[in-house]
């Protein structure tokens, strides 16, 4: 996948970043920019004039255990990252999925392209997503400007909040050179509770009653037979998974709860602290998903509307974030697939496979959402055309 | 303060502006006699005032679309409005421009269980909200103190937080769609029920754009379920530092409160004084320590928070043993500030976050400048996102003492900055912190967020005058200087 023609400049600071992009700019020129490179398959760039990689800006700067903040450059690497708060009982709540063998990437994550792709694991239905611990940033624009916007402290409201607009944005607005996000304590525990066998409008109906109990579930997935099927589980039905997180007599009391809340929905299995990252590791790499020639599309619509994606398109399914996520793997026609994501009140963006990669955008949104492009990045040097039109 | 100067061309223009949107908003919408204006002519930061040309009160969407348009096709500037409630002048109005207030969008649209949102109108206030799914066992998350009056639509403008936001978020992160109307008319839909949304996050930038970028005419928010208990623990200190010290080993015990209240000395004082709330009266800092969850969680922490706080000396710790005592302990915190109107004539709020380890020193630097200021200062704190509420007391009626409140106050914010954190945490900036924006910002940050607004808004007529100390045209904005280092654009005068 990598585009051995195009140079690569490697900047070892965010002047030096600066200066790549302002040249680029200058010179007509098309950048690429890349952090590990595991997520360059969704939506490939065509013909860039050069890549510019992040690999130089790599340092850890600050990390404030006490004040649940971490600054560091964007292209530390996430796992990098995930040792080094849970050396202080830590965690990054956002959960960021790795992907990368889903995508068949060689190469490590990094921080920036879990926030410039707002990549959340099953823990965004509780703790919010990447956009939601993106607190500060330093960044070059595609005009080679050197900005900040936000802070170094959890709570901001002074200026707009560009990092919102940065998470998401796949490096089409700027170049991050510096990030501040928010962490959280650990849980000190966790406990997953199953439910076999349940169709996916069933499914759905009793992560609604789990989410809709005061129990703080924090994972809410199910996976078809036909998912749950295929390795790593290798299982013969249908698995709903609630996950509860936090101290120990907390996690007890809500599990106690939450068995009796679902016991019209069948027998409720427990998996233990050990097993429970482990299946929900499984869930945010989406493993059942690793293999297959089919294109592999991540669906994002509200919940509660989730099973009808497996109900009305053709292919696997898993379902995520209490059925808000949906990952289908289908040979279906991706006309089909985005229009049925748009009426169900979401949006389809396709990760493996042949065609456009991103929903496209319309009317006056679309003209709203080029112009912001432009204000970022008017020339059209960074990841241009990688979002689709605009 | 200087706001820009009125043009006096649309000032003219009053009678015809008055005619040609009373036939956009017909009926009782459209206020142009001064009398009708006077209660429109500040927000909560009530040391300004000015008289729009007129104030435009639409009930549809349609409306805001069609009033807006036809002020940008005549050059007349809107300041939006929920119920007013700013504490940085969001909604102070211009005088050459008209005051566009949502109350009247009042419905609450859906509420979708099922998705665990509500799809409401801007000015359902944030209580409201509450109310209306709590029988349901939800809630809304996002507390202002304000929550009472103020508005779900000023809320997204200002980002707004509250006591919970450690644990809970602000309103940014507690959103899930919103429909906004462009300064051009145009209404455009961000978000939904969903998670994510396709493209950029425009629903993003847009919260806590201060009512810069668009006028919010539905919200969708996400709706938690109410914890099973709560429990608060009240914890007096002989020292700030031993508060702080505290405030810091319940995060290192991997514990994230609800809420985590300090007060300083004075701000004790005058709660007490005020609602007798049983506060320790030989105490120099107050902690109040919220924990909500299943009984047993509440039981274990608020047990494990006593025993830090013992370790650090404190001199009380109570811990509410009913709902009546849980609220007795936070009846003074709520009630702070209108208790330190009652001990001052008037008082300026300041609102800054900072790392939480520079506590005792800022405090300290606080009080040394309130000496040399003369005047007093009371500390509220919400101690867990190191978000400080200084309270300055004044009397509007000396000479010289608005000013002196007001130089104090920005000597808070900037060393809230120079020690690692920020001009404002939750009320936002407006037109009180507008010129201290060069503390934190420099003018390529702030030529980058205004590009943003630009491509909001490129006539920059909507609420100008808020946020930035410069607005620069936006033409001027859009060339592209590929040269670095240079001043890039061209000093505009200021106003």
């Known amino acids: 996948m990598l585009d051995l023609a195009a140079r690569t400049e490697t900047p070892k600071t965010a002047e030096e970043v600066a200066q790549v992009v302002a040249e680029a700019g200058a010179a007509g020129s098309r950048l690429e920019v890349v952090g590990g490179g595991t997520k360059r398959g969704i939506g490939a760039m065509q013909g860039a004039d050069a890549v510019l990689s992040l690999a130089g800006l790599s340092k850890m700067i600050d990390y404030a255990p006490e004040e649940l903040v971490l600054t560091a450059q964007p292209g530390v690497k996430l796992a990098t990252l995930e040792k080094l708060v849970a050396a202080q009982g830590q965690m990054l709540p956002f959960e960021p999925p790795h992907l990368a063998k889903l995508l068949g990437a060689r190469g490590h994550p990094t921080l920036g392209g879990a926030l410039t792709a707002n990549l959340s694991g099953p823990r965004r239905i509780r703790c919010g997503a990447a956009r939601d611990h993106f607190l500060g940033l330093q960044a070059v624009t595609g005009r080679g400007e050197l900005v900040r916007a936000g802070g170094r402290v959890v709570k901001n409201v002074t200026g707009y909040d560009l990092c919102k607009l940065m998470a998401g944005s796949w490096g089409t607005l700027a170049v991050l050179t510096e990030v501040t996000i928010k962490v959280l304590p650990a849980a000190r525990t966790e406990l997953t509770l199953l439910l076999f066998g349940l169709d996916d409008r069933r499914a759905g109906e009793a992560m609604t009653a789990a989410l809709n109990a005061p129990a703080e579930v924090s994972g809410a997935a199910h996976l078809p037979a036909a998912t749950a099927s295929r390795p790593p589980l290798r299982g013969e039905l249908a698995v709903t998974a609630l996950r509860l997180e936090g101290f120990e007599a907390s996690v007890t009391s809500r599990a106690d709860q939450l068995v009796t809340l679902l016991k019209r929905f069948g027998r409720v299995e427990l998996l233990d602290a050990g097993h429970s990252d482990e299946f929900w590791r499984q869930v945010r790499e989406v493993e059942a998903f690793h293999h297959g020639l089919e294109r592999l599309w991540r669906i994002s619509v509200p919940p509660a509307e989730g099973w009808r994606v497996g109900e009305q398109l053709p292919g696997v399914t898993l379902y995520d974030w209490g059925g808000g996520l949906v990952w289908l793997q289908s040979d279906a026609d991706p006309a089909q697939v985005r229009g049925l994501a748009r009426a169900l009140g979401g949006h389809a963006t396709l990760y493996r496979g042949e065609g456009v990669a991103f929903e496209p955008l319309s009317g006056p949104l679309a003209a709203l959402s080029a112009r912001v492009k432009a204000a970022f990045d008017p020339l059209g040097v960074l990841n241009s055309g990688r979002l689709g039109q605009g | ?495």
């Open chain 2, 1 to 495: 303060m200087k706001m820009p100067l009125p043009d006096a061309a649309l000032v003219a223009r009053k009678a015809e502006i008055v005619r040609a949107l009373k036939r956009l908003v017909p009926g009782e919408g459209v206020i142009g006699d001064p009398a009708g204006l006077i209660p429109f002519r500040s927000d909560g930061l009530s040391a300004y005032r000015q008289t729009p040309l007129a104030v435009v009160l639409p009930e549809t969407t349609a409306q805001v679309s069609a009033v807006l348009a036809w002020c940008q096709a005549n050059g007349v500037k809107v300041v939006p409005r929920g119920a007013g409630t700013s504490l940085s002048g969001g909604a102070l109005p211009l005088q050459d421009g008209i005051v566009l207030g949502m109350a009247k969008f009042n419905r609450i649209l859906d509420v979708d269980h099922a998705n665990r949102c509500a799809v409401v109108q801007p000015g359902v206030t944030n209580l409201a909200i509450t109310a209306a799914v709590e029988a349901d066992g939800f809630y809304y998350a996002p507390d202002p103190s304000s929550q009472i009056a103020c508005t779900i639509g000023g809320n997204v403008a200002e980002n707004s937080g509250g006591v919970h936001c450690l644990k809970y978020g602000l309103t940014t992160n507690n959103l899930l769609g919103c429909e906004i109307v462009l300064m051009s008319g145009e209404v455009v839909r961000l978000g939904g029920k969903g998670f994510d949304a396709a493209g950029y996050d425009l629903l993003g930038v847009v919260t806590g754009s201060e009512g810069l970028l668009g006028v919010v005419t539905e919200v969708t928010v996400r709706l938690l379920t109410k914890p099973q208990a709560a429990r608060a623990i009240l914890l007096g200190f002989a020292s700030v530092e031993a508060a702080g010290a505290t405030v810091g080993d319940v995060i290192a015990a991997g514990v994230i409160p609800a809420g985590m209240e300090m007060m300083d000395r004075p701000a004790i004082v005058a709660a007490e004084a005020f609602v007798g709330a049983g506060y320790p009266m030989d105490a120099e800092a107050l902690l109040i320590v919220e924990l909500d969850g299943p009984e047993a969680e509440c039981a274990e922490l608020s047990a494990h928070v006593a025993e830090l706080a013992r370790a650090r000396g404190a001199t009380t710790i109570r811990t509410s043993q009913s709902e009546a005592e849980r609220l007795a302990f936070w009846a003074g915190r709520k009630a702070a500030f209108p208790a330190v109107g009652r001990i001052s004539p008037d008082y300026y709020c300041m609102d800054g976050t900072i790392p939480r380890r520079q506590l005792p020193h800022v405090l300290s630097a606080i009080g040394q400048m309130g000496l040399e200021y003369g005047l007093g200062v009371a500390n509220v704190f919400h101690a867990g996102d190191g978000n400080l509420h200084p309270l300055i007391l004044y009397d509007a009626d000396k000479p010289g003492q608005l000013e002196a409140a007001e130089a104090f106050g920005a000597d808070i914010l900037k060393l809230c900055v120079a020690v690692g954190g920020v001009l404002t945490g939750e009320h936002g900036v407006g037109v009180e912190k507008r010129d201290l924006m060069g503390e934190m910002f420099s003018d390529t940050d702030l030529a980058c967020q205004q590009r943003v607004k630009c491509a909001f808004d490129p006539e920059l007529l909507l609420n100008p005058g808020k946020v930035f100390p410069r607005l620069h045209r936006c033409a001027e904005l859009g060339r592209v200087h590929v040269h670095r280092g240079a001043t890039a654009f061209p000093e505009l005068p200021r106003f």
